[in-house]
């Protein structure tokens, strides 16, 4: 079992920074700028959910918890290419990035036949299916840390802790 304190910090200029310290107490950390300032904190805290929630161990906070670099996160760096829990953790965590971008909800069929999709073109293992009432508490619990990010006046930091249940690579 891995853990891992997360926090993302609203910086007065608009930037965004994500610090994760280790159970080791070793940590890891990005800054995003810009857009990304406004984009990553809410990318972030999807992906918190979706691990969380569904149980992923090997996602970015799994990877990260196990003791990944941010850096290393994109497949490029010397740990290699992600595990491929890891491309369908960042599949579902876009696909739920545009739904909320866009305004929308997918049913459960919409969503499960697009990562269908998804993981076929890619040479994935048919993902796992979500149901409806995965889906309405993966969004509930989003918006409620959303709604937390929001509220943070700039300057301070939102903390998380992050408990993995499986090992990841």
């Not at 490029?76 to 579902?92: D, F, S, W």
Request: charged residues 20%; contains cysteine; negative net charge.
């Amino acid at each position: 079992m891995s853990e891992l304190t997360i926090r993302i910090k609203k910086n007065p200029d608009g930037s965004a920074t994500l610090s994760c310290t280790r159970a080791d107490g070793s940590v890891t950390w990005q800054r995003a700028q810009g857009q990304q300032g406004r984009f990553f904190p809410l990318h972030d805290l999807t992906h918190y959910t979706v691990e969380s929630v569904l149980g992923f161990g090997s996602g970015f906070f799994g990877l990260v918890a196990a003791g990944w670099d941010i850096q290393e996160t994109g497949g490029q760096g010397a740990r290699g290419p992600l595990p491929p829990e890891a491309i369908t953790v960042e599949h579902i965590v876009g696909s739920l990035d545009a739904e909320r971008a866009g305004g929308t909800t997918w049913t459960a069929a919409e969503f499960n036949a697009q990562a269908a999709l998804f993981a076929a073109t890619h040479g994935l293992a048919e993902p796992r299916m979500l149901m409806d009432t995965e889906l309405e508490r993966l969004r509930a619990v989003r918006e409620e840390l959303l709604a937390r990010w929001r509220a943070l006046p700039p300057g301070e930091t939102l903390e998380l802790s992050f408990t993995n249940e499986r090992e990841s690579p």
